[in-house]
Each structure stands twice: as C-alpha cells, then as structure tokens.
C-alpha cells in the first residue's frame, strides 16, 4: 500500500547491496567469523548481481566492529513470520488480513527482547524511522507470536551513519493503534475506494513526481470499480 507499484530502483544497485550486506550480518549472528561472512555474501552474488560488494562488505565491517552488535544477545535471525489480523468493521468482506514478512533480528535487552531493523538507505534516520512504523509494528507482532512472547519495537540499524543505532519513540502497546491505519487502509481497497495524494514521499519514488503514477491510479480504479461491479452482481 506505500506504493501504486514498486519504484524501479527498488532491485537496483541500492537494493542489491542491502541484501547482500544483509546475508553477511544474519551469518555473523549465527557465530560465523568476519571472512565466512564476506564469503558467504560473494557465493550468493547471483540473488543480488547488481551489488556493490565492496560498499556491502565496508557497512558489514563497520556493524561487526561495534560493541552494540558485537556483543549483542540475537535470539532470531532472518526469521520469517507471518500472520492474520481482523479486517475492520467497514471492510466489506470481514475477511481477516494476512500479513507475512522477514524480521532481521530480535535482541534480548534489559530482560525484554526488541525487533532490530538493518537498513542501509542513505536517507535521513528520522525519514526511515517514520517510513517503517507499519513495518515494524508486524515485525513486533510476527516475532512475539514466534517466541510466545512480547516483543517490543527496537529500531533501526543503519551502518552508513556515524551513529547507527537508531530507536523508534513508540511502545509494544501502540501498536495495535498503529495497525488501525492498515486495517482501515485495506478496507477502503476492499470498498472500491483507492486515492493517491501527492506528498513528501514523491521525492524519494523512482518516478519523482505524482505526473506517473496518477495514470496509474486511474487505471486501477477503472480496474477496481469492474472488480466491485462483477461482485455485486454476482451476489444473490
């Protein structure tokens, strides 16, 4: 739902050397020395050919040498999660949401555990840490269903900048308030309703301006209202 469709650097060179930085970080939580995890992230360069290694393996050294991370109690890595929440009470269809992902980490801190998030965008962290709210509140909620526990936002990890450990300001109990905005969201798609409003994010899509994907939207509520109409009157 952020996007009308993925902006096209999405798997570019940015993309790819996340995800390779990404496999060099999971291996090190899993007890691997810093030269098998360089090792490990070169066997995979065919999951992420447009990488820049050389930038991947110089944030992967940086994260491995910090205390933070070094040192840190990692408790899930790379875990996949999945999971379905209540549609809200004016979706139409009252079918429950699914909603599946990829959780980096879990951390145990201070008694409790918290979801970690590596991001190596080049963005401002206030900007990643307010693009990735939704993503996060599934995370906490993925992962405590995988440990029968509660875990609570952490933040994001982001090895370009000088201080990398950033934490997000809101708690495990707003969350459910926080999904609240997925719910209704999925409802009005559900309705027949999909808007677009130009905003601050355009600067960080592909495109760079609402002139490409408006057409875009139009076509898809051409395409949605058809979707709705053949419901309806099918329905006896």
Request: a negative charge; aromatic letters at 6%.
């Amino acid at each position: 739902m952020t996007h009308l469709y993925e902006p096209d650097d999405e798997g570019g060179k940015a993309g790819d050397t996340g995800s390779a930085t990404h496999v060099a970080v999971a291996e090190f939580h899993r007890g691997k020395g810093g030269a098998e995890c360089l090792a490990a992230m070169q066997s995979r360069i065919a999951e992420y050919p447009k990488a820049d290694l050389q930038d991947a393996a110089g944030m992967f050294l940086k994260y491995a040498s910090d205390p933070v991370n070094r040192d840190a109690t990692v408790v899930l890595v790379e875990e996949a999660v999945r999971f379905r929440i209540k549609a809200h009470e004016s979706d139409p269809t009252g079918a429950e949401i699914e909603v599946e992902g990829r959780v980096d980490q879990v951390r145990q801190e201070r008694g409790s555990d918290y979801v970690w998030d590596l991001k190596t965008s080049k963005k401002d962290p206030t900007t990643v840490l307010a693009a990735t709210v939704h993503q996060m509140a599934g995370y906490c909620i993925g992962a405590s269903i995988k440990l029968g526990r509660p875990v609570h936002p952490g933040g994001v990890i982001m090895p370009r900048q000088k201080n990398m450990m950033h934490h997000y300001p809101w708690r495990f109990q707003d969350i459910e308030q926080i999904l609240l905005g997925v719910r209704v969201a999925v409802a009005n798609i559900r309705r027949g309703i999909l808007w677009h409003v130009p905003n601050d994010g355009c600067i960080w899509c592909a495109a760079k301006s609402p002139d490409a994907c408006l057409p875009v939207l139009h076509q898809l509520n051409k395409e949605l209202l058809a979707c709705v109409v053949a419901s309806d009157s099918s329905t006896p």
